[in-house]
Antibody
Protein backbone atom coordinates (compact mmCIF):
# COMPACT_ATOMS: atom_id res chain seq x y z
CA UNK A 1 0.00 0.00 0.00
CA UNK A 2 1.40 3.38 -1.03
CA UNK A 3 1.66 5.95 1.73
CA UNK A 4 2.78 9.57 1.49
CA UNK A 5 3.95 11.15 4.73
CA UNK A 6 4.46 14.89 4.67
CA UNK A 7 5.85 17.41 7.09
CA UNK A 8 6.98 21.02 7.32
CA UNK A 9 6.51 24.30 9.16
CA UNK A 10 2.88 25.20 9.69
CA UNK A 11 3.25 28.89 10.53
CA UNK A 12 5.21 31.46 8.56
CA UNK A 13 5.49 35.20 8.53
CA UNK A 14 4.85 37.20 5.41
CA UNK A 15 7.79 37.13 2.93
CA UNK A 16 9.22 33.92 4.46
CA UNK A 17 9.75 30.73 2.45
CA UNK A 18 7.37 27.78 2.77
CA UNK A 19 9.20 24.45 2.88
CA UNK A 20 7.51 21.06 2.84
CA UNK A 21 8.78 17.52 2.48
CA UNK A 22 7.04 14.31 1.47
CA UNK A 23 8.28 10.75 1.91
CA UNK A 24 6.91 7.87 -0.13
CA UNK A 25 6.49 4.41 1.40
CA UNK A 26 5.42 1.31 -0.47
CA UNK A 27 5.35 0.91 -4.23
CA UNK A 28 7.90 2.15 -6.72
CA UNK A 29 9.30 5.67 -6.63
CA UNK A 30 10.32 5.65 -10.27
CA UNK A 31 7.84 5.90 -13.10
CA UNK A 32 5.54 8.38 -11.38
CA UNK A 33 5.08 12.13 -11.10
CA UNK A 34 5.31 13.43 -7.56
CA UNK A 35 2.98 16.35 -7.14
CA UNK A 36 1.99 19.21 -4.88
CA UNK A 37 -1.57 20.55 -4.65
CA UNK A 38 -2.96 23.16 -2.27
CA UNK A 39 -6.38 24.10 -0.93
CA UNK A 40 -7.08 27.41 0.83
CA UNK A 41 -9.45 27.05 3.78
CA UNK A 42 -13.00 26.52 2.55
CA UNK A 43 -11.96 26.75 -1.09
CA UNK A 44 -11.07 24.53 -4.04
CA UNK A 45 -7.93 22.72 -5.15
CA UNK A 46 -4.98 24.22 -7.02
CA UNK A 47 -2.27 22.17 -8.74
CA UNK A 48 1.15 23.58 -7.86
CA UNK A 49 3.50 21.34 -9.80
CA UNK A 50 5.18 17.97 -10.19
CA UNK A 51 8.52 16.25 -10.53
CA UNK A 52 9.59 12.79 -11.70
CA UNK A 53 12.50 10.69 -10.53
CA UNK A 54 14.66 12.17 -13.31
CA UNK A 55 14.15 15.61 -11.81
CA UNK A 56 11.96 16.86 -14.69
CA UNK A 57 9.53 19.41 -13.31
CA UNK A 58 6.37 21.20 -14.37
CA UNK A 59 4.91 24.07 -12.38
CA UNK A 60 1.75 26.13 -12.48
CA UNK A 61 2.62 29.37 -14.31
CA UNK A 62 0.70 31.31 -11.66
CA UNK A 63 3.33 30.28 -9.09
CA UNK A 64 6.29 29.38 -11.26
CA UNK A 65 8.55 32.26 -10.29
CA UNK A 66 8.25 31.37 -6.60
CA UNK A 67 8.15 27.55 -6.68
CA UNK A 68 10.95 25.02 -6.51
CA UNK A 69 10.18 21.32 -6.51
CA UNK A 70 13.05 18.92 -5.96
CA UNK A 71 13.57 15.22 -5.34
CA UNK A 72 15.91 12.91 -3.41
CA UNK A 73 15.55 9.50 -5.02
CA UNK A 74 17.93 7.90 -2.50
CA UNK A 75 15.37 8.58 0.23
CA UNK A 76 12.16 8.38 -1.88
CA UNK A 77 11.39 11.95 -0.91
CA UNK A 78 10.38 15.11 -2.72
CA UNK A 79 10.15 18.70 -1.62
CA UNK A 80 8.36 21.99 -2.15
CA UNK A 81 9.69 25.48 -1.59
CA UNK A 82 7.53 28.53 -2.14
CA UNK A 83 9.26 31.87 -1.65
CA UNK A 84 7.91 35.28 -0.66
CA UNK A 85 4.90 33.94 1.19
CA UNK A 86 1.77 36.05 1.61
CA UNK A 87 -1.58 35.51 3.29
CA UNK A 88 -2.87 34.26 -0.08
CA UNK A 89 -0.56 31.24 0.31
CA UNK A 90 -2.39 30.12 3.46
CA UNK A 91 -3.72 26.68 2.58
CA UNK A 92 -3.61 22.96 3.22
CA UNK A 93 -0.76 21.65 1.08
CA UNK A 94 -0.98 18.08 -0.17
CA UNK A 95 1.70 15.92 -1.67
CA UNK A 96 0.44 13.32 -4.09
CA UNK A 97 1.37 10.63 -6.59
CA UNK A 98 0.39 10.83 -10.26
CA UNK A 99 0.72 8.13 -12.89
CA UNK A 100 3.82 8.46 -15.01
CA UNK A 101 2.69 7.20 -18.39
CA UNK A 102 0.09 5.56 -20.54
CA UNK A 103 -3.51 6.63 -20.88
CA UNK A 104 -3.66 7.69 -17.22
CA UNK A 105 -0.50 9.77 -17.26
CA UNK A 106 -0.70 12.55 -14.63
CA UNK A 107 -3.74 11.00 -12.93
CA UNK A 108 -3.44 11.62 -9.17
CA UNK A 109 -4.30 8.49 -7.23
CA UNK A 110 -2.60 8.74 -3.82
CA UNK A 111 -2.55 11.77 -1.54
CA UNK A 112 -0.73 12.71 1.62
CA UNK A 113 -2.82 13.78 4.58
CA UNK A 114 -2.11 17.47 4.03
CA UNK A 115 -0.28 20.13 6.00
CA UNK A 116 -1.98 23.37 6.97
CA UNK A 117 0.39 26.25 6.34
CA UNK A 118 -0.62 29.65 7.66
CA UNK A 119 1.17 32.79 6.52
CA UNK A 120 0.65 35.64 8.93
CA UNK A 121 1.22 39.29 8.23
CA UNK B 1 -4.96 27.03 -19.05
CA UNK B 2 -8.11 24.92 -19.19
CA UNK B 3 -10.75 26.40 -16.92
CA UNK B 4 -13.27 23.94 -15.48
CA UNK B 5 -16.73 25.14 -14.49
CA UNK B 6 -18.93 22.95 -12.30
CA UNK B 7 -22.67 23.24 -11.97
CA UNK B 8 -24.63 23.56 -9.92
CA UNK B 9 -22.58 25.03 -7.10
CA UNK B 10 -24.85 23.34 -4.58
CA UNK B 11 -27.24 20.48 -5.24
CA UNK B 12 -29.95 19.86 -2.65
CA UNK B 13 -31.41 16.37 -2.79
CA UNK B 14 -32.80 13.64 -0.55
CA UNK B 15 -31.26 10.24 0.17
CA UNK B 16 -32.22 7.77 -2.53
CA UNK B 17 -32.50 10.41 -5.23
CA UNK B 18 -30.24 10.65 -8.28
CA UNK B 19 -27.60 13.36 -8.48
CA UNK B 20 -26.27 14.70 -11.77
CA UNK B 21 -23.19 16.92 -11.54
CA UNK B 22 -21.80 18.79 -14.52
CA UNK B 23 -18.26 19.82 -15.42
CA UNK B 24 -17.59 21.99 -18.46
CA UNK B 25 -14.12 22.75 -19.80
CA UNK B 26 -13.03 25.91 -21.61
CA UNK B 27 -11.19 23.73 -24.17
CA UNK B 28 -11.37 20.11 -25.15
CA UNK B 29 -9.89 17.80 -22.52
CA UNK B 30 -7.07 15.78 -24.00
CA UNK B 31 -7.82 12.07 -24.38
CA UNK B 32 -10.76 12.24 -21.94
CA UNK B 33 -8.29 12.78 -19.09
CA UNK B 34 -11.00 13.94 -16.74
CA UNK B 35 -11.31 12.70 -13.17
CA UNK B 36 -13.81 13.18 -10.36
CA UNK B 37 -12.83 13.37 -6.70
CA UNK B 38 -14.98 13.27 -3.60
CA UNK B 39 -13.90 15.23 -0.55
CA UNK B 40 -15.41 14.84 2.89
CA UNK B 41 -14.86 17.56 5.50
CA UNK B 42 -11.35 17.48 6.89
CA UNK B 43 -10.32 14.64 4.60
CA UNK B 44 -8.14 14.11 1.56
CA UNK B 45 -9.80 13.99 -1.87
CA UNK B 46 -10.76 10.47 -2.93
CA UNK B 47 -10.54 9.40 -6.57
CA UNK B 48 -13.93 8.24 -7.88
CA UNK B 49 -13.72 8.33 -11.67
CA UNK B 50 -10.82 8.62 -14.13
CA UNK B 51 -10.65 8.67 -17.91
CA UNK B 52 -14.08 10.34 -17.77
CA UNK B 53 -15.91 7.05 -17.17
CA UNK B 54 -13.76 4.45 -15.39
CA UNK B 55 -14.48 3.79 -11.74
CA UNK B 56 -11.51 3.73 -9.41
CA UNK B 57 -10.81 0.66 -7.29
CA UNK B 58 -13.37 0.12 -4.57
CA UNK B 59 -15.82 2.77 -5.76
CA UNK B 60 -19.47 1.65 -5.60
CA UNK B 61 -21.27 1.24 -8.91
CA UNK B 62 -23.80 3.94 -7.99
CA UNK B 63 -21.10 6.36 -9.16
CA UNK B 64 -20.72 6.73 -12.92
CA UNK B 65 -19.04 9.20 -15.23
CA UNK B 66 -19.64 10.16 -18.82
CA UNK B 67 -18.73 12.76 -21.38
CA UNK B 68 -15.99 13.84 -23.75
CA UNK B 69 -14.56 16.97 -25.30
CA UNK B 70 -15.70 19.82 -23.08
CA UNK B 71 -18.74 18.37 -21.30
CA UNK B 72 -18.60 15.78 -18.55
CA UNK B 73 -21.06 14.41 -16.02
CA UNK B 74 -20.84 12.56 -12.72
CA UNK B 75 -24.01 10.67 -11.83
CA UNK B 76 -24.78 9.21 -8.42
CA UNK B 77 -27.72 6.88 -9.05
CA UNK B 78 -29.08 6.65 -5.50
CA UNK B 79 -27.68 8.97 -2.88
CA UNK B 80 -26.50 7.37 0.35
CA UNK B 81 -26.07 9.47 3.52
CA UNK B 82 -22.27 9.48 3.13
CA UNK B 83 -22.54 10.98 -0.39
CA UNK B 84 -23.60 14.41 0.84
CA UNK B 85 -20.20 16.06 0.46
CA UNK B 86 -18.19 18.02 -2.14
CA UNK B 87 -17.18 16.77 -5.60
CA UNK B 88 -14.42 18.15 -7.81
CA UNK B 89 -13.68 17.51 -11.45
CA UNK B 90 -10.04 17.60 -12.55
CA UNK B 91 -8.41 17.60 -15.96
CA UNK B 92 -4.98 16.00 -16.16
CA UNK B 93 -4.55 16.10 -19.92
CA UNK B 94 -2.97 19.54 -20.38
CA UNK B 95 -0.57 21.32 -18.07
CA UNK B 96 -1.26 23.24 -15.92
CA UNK B 97 -3.63 20.59 -14.62
CA UNK B 98 -6.73 22.20 -13.20
CA UNK B 99 -9.64 21.53 -10.88
CA UNK B 100 -13.20 22.74 -10.99
CA UNK B 101 -14.52 24.85 -8.08
CA UNK B 102 -16.58 21.97 -6.74
CA UNK B 103 -20.21 20.98 -6.34
CA UNK B 104 -21.58 20.52 -2.84
CA UNK B 105 -24.32 17.93 -2.52
CA UNK B 106 -26.37 18.62 0.56
CA UNK B 107 -29.44 17.13 2.16
CA UNK B 108 -32.73 18.72 1.17
Amino acid sequence: QVQLQQWGAGLLKSSETLSLSCAVYGGSFSGYYWSWIRQPPGKGLEWIGEINDNGDTKCNPSLKSRVTISVDTSKNQFFLKLTSGTAADTAVYYCARAHGGGSNSHLIDYWGRGTLVTVSS
Amino acid sequence: EIVLTQSPGTLSLSPGERAILSCRASQSVNSRRLAWYQQKPGQTPRLLIYGASSRATGIPDRFSGSGSGTDFTLTISRLEPEDFVVYYCHQYGTSPYTFGPGTKVDIK
